[in-house]
């Protein structure tokens, strides 16, 4: 048995002695009473605090998650689905939120989504779809938040993708037009730098 075994065994022999000695062993009038056998409520603090004292000089909490941090959370108000929304977020979990909230935020990020395609048919498949999970969120009596999300109009949408695509594509032809701009003036600078030293 190492050394460390030994002093841990006895630093938890000796907390149980003086517990044990602490207990009353005659009848007391006192509240406090020890009633068969068990241990008064100062008797169990007194053992609690006795064995953390012991795990902390063992090193039982040392390395724990979140050591040396702040609470994370503790300026919020107070909210009692707290661990369920901790649960989602920290699992990553989709799909237990009802529709409503779901098809609100992908009608947010829905032209993001549209500019990302390449074609016009892609944009129609993905406004269809978008469209169609709308009219099925409205159908269904599951609760919760009602479906206030606007079915888009393909037609309007389609329009405004190829304006977004088509100013995009200016934009860069102009980026490009500018960068051949200022080779060809850094390439006339340097002839002439040639021509000065010659």
Do not use: C
Not at 6 to 27: C, M
Not at 62 to 86: E, F, S, T
Not at 111 to 133: C, P, T, Y
């Amino acid at each position: 048995m190492s050394s460390d075994r030994r002093d841990t065994d006895s630093r938890l022999a000796a907390a149980r002695y003086r517990v044990e000695r602490e207990l009353p062993t005659g009848e007391d009038e006192s509240d406090e009473k020890n009633q068969a056998g068990q241990a008064t409520l100062d008797q169990r603090a007194q053992f609690v605090e006795i064995s953390i004292q012991q795990a902390m000089r063992r090193g039982d909490f040392d390395d724990l998650p979140g050591k040396g941090r702040p609470i994370p959370g503790l300026d919020r108000v107070h909210d009692p689905n707290w661990w369920i929304k901790q649960k989602i977020e920290r699992e990553g979990l989709t799909g237990l939120a009802p529709p409503a909230l779901g098809l609100r935020k992908e009608n947010a990020d829905l032209d993001a989504r549209l500019d990302e395609q390449v074609s016009e048919i892609g944009v129609r498949d993905i406004l269809k779809d978008f469209n169609a999970r709308i009219v099925e969120a409205r159908r269904q009596l599951l609760g919760g938040p009602p479906v206030v999300t606007p079915l888009r109009d393909v037609e309007a949408e389609v329009s405004r993708w190829r304006e977004r695509r088509d100013e995009r594509r200016r934009a860069a032809d102009e980026e490009r037009e500018r960068e051949g701009s200022a080779r060809a003036a850094m390439s006339w600078r340097e002839r002439r730098r040639a021509r000065r030293k010659g």
